[in-house]
T-cell receptor, first 113, second 115 residues
Framework: EAQVTQNPRYLITVTGKKLTVTCSQNMNHEYMSWYRQDPGLGLRQIYY???????DKGDVPEGYKVSRKEKRNFPLILESPSPNQTSLYFC????????????FGQGTRLTVV | SQQGEEDPQALSIQEGENATMNCSYK?????LQWYRQNSGRGLVHLILIRSNEREKHSGRLRVTLDTSKKSSSLLITASRAADTASYFCATDAERGAGGYQKVTFGIGTKLQVIP
C-alpha cells in the first residue's frame, strides 16, 4: 500500500532533549517536506527536499534540522526542543518537486514541557 | 500574510446545501490544489487545477480558477455530514531561500455540515 509513515504518532518530551521524528515513503517520490500545524496558523512548511542530499528551508526552519540521505527517508530533528515547538507535525511526499499531489503522513503530535 | 488565503475561515451549513470556499493568492502560480483534513488527521488531496484551466470537476466537487483575480473557489454540492472537515488550498508561487519552488498552504476553511 502506498503510504507515508511517521513515527512516533505522539510524543511528550522535556525541553532540551534531542529528538527525531522519522518519515518514510514507499512511493519512490523525489519531493518530501515537513509541516507544522498550529491553531489559527494553518500549515507552515519547515523544510523540504527536492531529492537526495538536496534540502531547503521553508517558512519556519528555526530550531529544526533535516537530512535526506536516502530517497525514502526524511527525518526531522529537534536538537534542543523548546515549548514553542509543541505542535502537530506532518510529513508529506510528492512524485517530484513543484505543486503536485502530495501524500501526507498521519501526523505526530509533539508536546515539549 | 500567507500565499493562498481561504475564505471564510468557518462555514456551517445544513446537509443537502452547497458549500463554497474561496482561496486568494498574490503572485503567479503554475498549479493550485485543494486538500481536505479531518480533525487532527493528515491532509488528503482532492483536486489539482493548472493555471491554464478554468474549471475542474470531481464527483460533487467543482473547482474554478480565475488567474486574473488570483482566486479559486471550491464548491461542494449536496453536502453530507461526512463532508465536515477543514479544507485547504495550496499554491506554488513562492520559492525558498535556495530558489526552489515550494508549496504553501493557507489557513483553511473549517466546514461543518449539520445533519
Amino acid at each position: 500500500e502506498a503510504q507515508v509513515t511517521q513515527n512516533p504518532r505522539y510524543l511528550i518530551t522535556v525541553t532540551g532533549k534531542k529528538l527525531t521524528v522519522t518519515c518514510s515513503q514507499n512511493m519512490n517520490h523525489e519531493y518530501m517536506s515537513w509541516y507544522r500545524q498550529d491553531p489559527g496558523l494553518g500549515l507552515r512548511q519547515i523544510y523540504y527536499s527536492m531529492n537526495v542530499e538536496v534540502t531547503d528551508k521553508g517558512d519556519v526552519p528555526e530550531g529544526y534540522k533535516v537530512s535526506r540521505k536516502e530517497k525514502r527517508n526524511f527525518p526531522l530533528i529537534l536538537e534542543s526542543p523548546s515549548p514553542n515547538q509543541t505542535s502537530l507535525y506532518f510529513c508529506a511526499s510528492s512524485p517530484f518537486w513543484g505543486n503536485t499531489e502530495a501524500f501526507f503522513g498521519q501526523g505526530t503530535r509533539l508536546t515539549v514541557v | 500574510s500567507q500565499q493562498g488565503e481561504e475564505d471564510p475561515q468557518a462555514l456551517s451549513i445544513q446537509e443537502g446545501e452547497n458549500a463554497t470556499m474561496n482561496c486568494s493568492y498574490k503572485t503567479s502560480i503554475n498549479n493550485l490544489q485543494w486538500y481536505r483534513q479531518n480533525s487532527g488527521r493528515g491532509l488528503v488531496h482532492l483536486i489539482l487545477i493548472r493555471s491554464n484551466e478554468r474549471e475542474k470537476h470531481s464527483g460533487r466537487l467543482r473547482v474554478t480558477l480565475d488567474t486574473s483575480k488570483k482566486s479559486s473557489s471550491l464548491l461542494i454540492t449536496a453536502s453530507r455530514a461526512a463532508d465536515t472537515a477543514s479544507y485547504f488550498c495550496a499554491t506554488d508561487a513562492e520559492r525558498g531561500a535556495g530558489g526552489y519552488q515550494k508549496v504553501t498552504f493557507g489557513i483553511g476553511t473549517k466546514l461543518q455540515v449539520i445533519p
